[in-house]
């Protein structure tokens, strides 16, 4: 039988990513393939196409569509192989290497049959996403959330999106190489400071790293009530993470109105930003919500520092119906000691009276690291910030901040317990506004 391998793609063969030879690998049956050398891998390949065994462009299934994927075809009996007339030397398709390809990266979204989707554009389902196959799914051992890039080709007759060629890198990395799991590592106490206080003129950031500073790692429970100014904190913190060094932002918005999910992507363009509108089917705002959760975990698996600020768990609840969706999120917060992982903070409202009936504030309270509380009638008088500060506090408060700076701190939190609740926030504004950051404001206390 002549070699059907055409000499182009026998020396394109040493080229191929080591992702790309293990598919050729398996459809061709060679067995053990992973413990081979790649020259061994590269020798058993051609030998098997040089053998006449057929090489698709596409080593996949057929492509599942999204809302009902189809089954995928079954393999061609060797029988039927062995009666088909003998090839032509060279081949008239195109070898997988010169299929026209473009390079595309994005977070993936398994589905429940296994197949996923690459979402090149924030989290939400968008036409031009790329599909993943179930195969390069379980060969590369990928997870929801994972940071997938490689050549995409285009849509064959059929399909309705662009298909992952084979997988590139894998959160920055090689697939299939040694990775952390995040329910394995190690929570540790939150110590290292994430300040807040870069913008002077922000009196209510400030006043939150004030009273209750933050840490990489906790989880800051904020409670609040309608009309309570929780979108103006959180847009606040928002900006004084996205502006401080190191940490990587992602924002979960449950069951939010349109124009608040347009204002936000106004008021942070270059953060990820993850929307669940109001109009979005329950399941679907949690399908996004577990995504995006996913999607910090796996940042934090590989060594960056994530915030995660979500708003609300009271919406997820009632989104889910199951308090351990709210508990799986809050709690998924915390510092890692592993030198190769980072750390994952999650900055979550609870508000009063939602639909909710208690069921998100019953399940974290007691289990966050951090607390603050607006008070609706501060807000609605007019008074600024509207923050209880008597009942605003922070675990390990020794942990993040210097003996004399803690000193002050404590002096100025005994202060504020004994004023009436608008007395107290107008001395914290007094305070911040005479002041340039919040160091300076509580030596100036300690003095």
């Known amino acids: 039988m002549p070699d059907i391998l055409p000499p182009a793609m026998a020396e394109k063969l040493a080229e191929l990513h080591l992702a790309a030879l293990h598919e050729l690998a398996a459809e061709l049956g060679v067995p053990r393939f992973r413990l081979l050398r790649r020259e061994q891998l590269v020798d058993e390949v051609k030998a098997r196409l040089g053998a006449g065994e057929p090489v698709a462009a596409e080593p996949e299934p057929e492509q599942e569509q999204e809302a009902e994927p189809e089954p995928e075809p079954e393999p061609e009996p060797e029988r039927r192989r062995e009666a088909e007339p003998e090839p032509e030397p060279e081949p008239e398709r195109e070898p997988l290497e010169e299929v026209a390809t473009e390079e595309v990266a994005g977070a993936l979204e398994i589905t429940p049959q296994r197949y996923g989707f690459l979402r090149l554009r924030g989290l939400e389902a968008q036409p031009d996403d790329v599909y993943i196959s179930a195969s390069q799914v379980r060969r590369c051992e990928l997870r929801p959330g994972d940071q997938v890039s490689g050549p995409a080709r285009a849509p064959r007759r059929g399909e309705r999106h662009r298909a992952l060629v084979h997988v590139d890198r894998v959160n920055g990395g090689e697939p299939l190489s040694d990775r952390l799991e995040f329910e394995q590592l190690t929570p540790i106490l939150p110590k290292r400071r994430l300040a807040l206080d870069h913008d002077p003129s922000d009196v209510l950031t400030r006043a939150v790293d004030l009273l209750t500073p933050l840490a990489l790692g906790q989880r800051v429970l904020v409670l609040s009530a309608p009309r309570s100014g929780r979108t103006t904190l959180l847009r606040g913190l928002a900006r004084a993470v996205d502006a401080a060094e190191g940490p990587e932002l992602i924002v979960l918005l449950i069951d939010e109105r349109p124009e608040e999910a347009t204002a936000w992507r106004e008021a942070l363009p270059e953060v990820e930003i993850a929307i669940a509108t109001a109009e979005l089917a329950p399941a679907e705002q949690v399908r996004l919500a577990e995504l995006a959760l996913e999607r910090a975990r796996r940042r934090a698996e590989s060594g960056a520092d994530v915030v995660l600020i979500v708003d609300s768990l009271s919406r997820l609840a009632v989104a889910s119906g199951k ?79 210097e003996p004399e700076e803690l000193a002050a701190a404590r002096r100025l939190r005994s202060l504020l317990a004994d004023l009436a609740p608008v007395e107290a926030a107008n001395l914290v504004r007094e305070r911040i506004q005479g002041s340039r950051t919040n160091a300076e404001l509580l030596a100036a206390l300690g003095g």
Do not use: H, Q, W, Y
């Open 323 to 401: 308090a351990a969706e709210v508990k799986r999120l809050f709690g998924s917060g915390r510092d890692l000691a592993e030198e190769e992982a980072g750390s994952l903070t999650v900055i979550a409202t609870v508000v009063a009276g939602a639909e909710d009936d208690g069921v998100a504030e019953r399940a974290v309270m007691t289990t966050e690291s951090s607390l603050i509380r607006l008070d609706p009638e501060l807000a609605a008088a007019g008074v600024f910030p509207a923050l209880r500060a008597g009942e605003c506090r922070v675990s390990n408060e020794e942990e993040l901040r």
